[in-house]
């Protein structure tokens, strides 16, 4: 079975500051899917970048890129820029590449603070 | 209404009570899943339906009864609850391909459930 680990149960960065939060996973795939949720005080969980295990190039989404390192099962991700909407609950997920995979295995999240 | 919206927001039950919630997405997505929070636990996947079946059961009570009648709307009927039932219950939806690749899920706001 896989499994999502975040060490990290709380952050706190700067308001303009960067920030990395780390993610590891266990799997015995070679082809699936990684995702960086993000639940802010509303509850809706928000997608902030996804990252195909074939690509070899790290996703970015803006201020939001991921440092995925296959070999390491790591899937970090940075935050650059930091402003206070950022603050919020981050979840690391895993998503199996077969057809029939459709669950998605969280992380128990990193709660991030940004100070002004 | 745009993307994948919830009702009620907020719902307190008593343990013999029948309530039900509801779940719509306006995506065109052909999959939808319930999903179980906890505090201090990772998300929990309940159930999920793929063009109106229900593919998944992660061995869920059965005073959980989900019913899909069609795929834009999801409900997830309660009976008989117990306290440790109460927490965030989240919805998503996601498009499944002709290939059963399943792409990227989008969550609505949830319904935060407290059972006294």
């Known amino acids: 079975a896989q499994t999502v680990t975040q060490s990290q149960p709380e952050m706190s960065v700067q308001e303009a500051e960067t920030v990395t939060l780390s993610c590891t996973y266990d799997?015995?795939?070679?082809?699936?899917?990684l995702f960086w949720y993000k639940q802010p005080p509303s509850r809706q969980m928000i997608l902030v970048i996804r990252?195909?295990?074939?690509?070899?190039q790290n996703a970015t989404e803006n201020r939001f890129s991921v440092n995925f390192q296959k070999a390491a099962k790591s899937f970090s991700l940075k935050i650059s820029d930091s402003q206070l909407g950022d603050a919020a609950m981050y979840f690391c997920?895993?998503?199996?590449?077969?057809?029939?995979?459709?669950?998605?295995?969280f992380g128990e999240g990193t709660q991030l603070t940004v100070n002004p | 209404e745009t993307g994948v919206t919830q009702t009620p927001r907020h719902l307190v039950m008593g343990m013999t009570n029948k309530k039900s919630l509801k779940c719509e997405q306006h995506?065109?997505?052909?999959?939808m899943y319930w999903y179980k929070q906890s505090a201090k636990k990772p998300l929990e996947l309940m159930f999920v339906?793929?063009?109106?079946?229900?593919?998944e059961n992660n061995s869920v009570p059965s005073r959980f009864s989900p019913e899909c009648p069609n795929s834009s709307h999801l409900f997830l009927h309660l009976h008989t609850l117990q306290p440790e039932d109460s927490a965030l219950y989240l919805c998503?939806?996601?498009?499944?391909?002709?290939?059963?690749?399943?792409?990227?899920?989008?969550f609505g706001p949830g319904t935060r459930l407290l059972v006294l």
């Open positions: 998503a939806s996601s498009q499944v391909t002709g290939g059963g690749v399943q792409e990227t899920q989008y």
């Open positions: 799997t015995s795939e070679s082809d699936y899917y």
């Open positions: 990252q195909e295990a074939y690509k070899q």
């Open positions: 997920a895993y998503r199996s590449g077969e057809t029939s995979g459709s669950r998605l295995t």
């Open positions: 995506l065109g997505h052909n999959a």
């Open positions: 339906y793929n063009f109106k079946e229900q593919t």
